[in-house]
């Protein structure tokens, strides 16, 4: 069955129209710039956990409708955020410290990868890799691959929370939502229910069911 084109409710909506109108100022475009093409280089995961992170990242969060050289790189900036060690401010009271959540996290789905199929994650077929996250969401895994790693929280809550966070923090993405970016200077004024300010974009059509992993 031939895979259905991805849809947005603002096709036509561009949010780097706005990199010379007055919803932008230069700290504005220094940020939204750096974002768009100061890609953090791989300093913290190895070869091998930086290239299964890609494949867990293309398995939760596809992008077929952009072509590779437009492709968000999350993988990148959550390696950029942990080579510098920074926090969101949270931390379960039982949790390992984030660096070390992801490097035992990682490697469980490796070896959870490798006890299911003989295979590494990035070379099993689509329908495996989801197989196999849906298993570890619903805590059917080999606790003694996971070394005090609870598996569902490592998927959903550090995992899963860490890549939409990231994704949605890139302007490209900005485009699928119809967010204007930041709003210095001019600021957004309209913030109730239906309410959107002059400059803001309005939808063109129904947004696209978005399917998930229950």
């Not at 190895?46 to 969060?61: D, G």
Request: net charge negative.
């Amino acid at each position: 069955m031939a895979e259905e084109p991805f849809r947005t409710s603002y096709p036509r909506y561009d949010v780097l129209e706005k990199w010379d109108s007055p919803s932008w100022n230069d700290a504005t475009r220094r940020a939204v710039g750096d974002r768009l093409h100061n890609v953090p280089p791989r300093r913290f995961f190895s070869e091998r956990e930086y290239a299964l992170l890609t494949a867990l990242v293309e398995t939760v969060l596809p992008q077929p409708e952009r072509p590779p050289r437009e492709r968000i790189p999350v993988e990148a900036f959550i390696d950029g955020v942990l080579h510098e060690d920074r926090g969101n401010g949270t931390r379960f009271a039982d949790a390992l410290p984030q660096r070390e959540a992801w490097r035992h996290g990682l490697a469980a789905i490796a070896a959870e990868a490798d006890r299911r199929h003989g295979r590494a994650f990035p070379d099993l077929p689509g329908p495996q890799r989801t197989a196999l996250l849906k298993a570890i969401d619903a805590g059917d895994v080999d606790e003694a691959l996971w070394e005090g790693v609870k598996p569902r929280r490592f998927f959903r809550d550090v995992l899963l929370k860490e890549a939409v966070k990231i994704y949605y923090a890139h302007p490209s993405a900005w485009n699928e939502i119809g967010f204007g970016g930041p709003a210095a200077p001019r600021g957004y004024v309209r913030l109730g229910p239906d309410q959107r300010d002059p400059w803001e974009a309005r939808e063109e059509m129904a947004p696209q069911q978005i399917g998930d992993l229950s």
